[in-house]
């Protein structure tokens, strides 16, 4: 495979002789370069500090967005029922509601606590009195209502922080991935109006192979912030 990158990206008037190749095998080269490129990014995710910050202050940002008519009071919940809505990647919020989300992370306040669900599964409850979330507005106006909100969620970051990354990694491959075939058979279909003709199949493997300079301007992009073609 490694013999393949260097093929395609410093001679590529050699990548004919890969054209017997499976479909099969084409396909997890893609996929493992979408690893390999985005491995800048899952390295950023899983160790920068400033993470927990963004996503925090998208937490209660969103909430906030909601405008909520209801409160924590004595450390009880009073208001209606929300449904979960979404106030980041793959984070949800909702207030006594069955409505679980199936991907990704649900906050969902009950009358005396918060419960954390991965998929619907749950993960884990909070009292309010452990997360000291109490008299507060959940349209989170007020100021000091927000940072009790963000010091909650910190709270709780650490108990899902790396399922959210694997999540949030296999993301990244797989839209990377998905993103590149679809280029590719863009292109394919743009080859069939070529002569001489070649078939679907080798028409793929080609355009796949060729593609290797793609992923490496993404590579270029993720590490340095060069933005091509992105």
């Given amino acids: 495979m490694f013999k393949r990158i260097y ?39 899983s160790y920068t500090n400033t993470r927990e910050e963004n996503i925090r202050d998208a937490f209660t940002a969103n909430i906030a967005l909601e405008k909520l008519e209801s409160q924590v ?19 949800y919020f909702g207030a006594k509601s069955n409505k679980i989300k199936y991907m990704g992370f649900t906050f969902m306040l009950e009358d005396s606590e918060l419960v954390l669900y991965a998929s619907t599964h749950k993960l884990k409850s909070y009292s309010y009195v452990d997360l000291r979330l109490d008299n507060i507005e959940l349209n989170l106006k007020d100021k000091t209502d927000k940072e009790k909100m963000k010091d909650a969620f910190s ?39 070529q002569t001489p003709k070649l078939l679907v199949r080798y028409r793929f493997i080609l355009i796949s192979y060729a593609s290797t ?18």
């Avoid at 694997?166 to 280029?183: C, F, H, R, Y």
């Fill in 73 to 91: 009071v004595d450390y009880e919940y009073v208001g209606e029922s929300v449904d979960p809505f979404l106030i980041g990647n793959y984070i």
């Fill in 155 to 193: 709270s709780i970051y650490n108990d899902f922080k790396t399922i959210l990354i694997v999540g949030e990694s296999v993301g990244l491959v797989i839209g990377l991935a998905v993103l590149a075939i679809l280029i590719i058979l863009l292109f394919v279909g743009f080859y069939s109006m």
């Fill in 7 to 45: 093929t395609n990206l410093f001679k590529p008037s050699e990548i004919g002789k890969y054209l017997k190749d499976k479909v099969g095998y084409v396909i997890l080269y893609i996929l493992f370069l979408s690893l390999v490129v985005n491995i800048p990014l899952i390295v950023e995710i």
């Fill in 213 to 230: 300079i793609y992923f490496f301007t993404v590579l270029l992009e993720n590490l340095f912030g060069f933005g091509f073609f992105l």
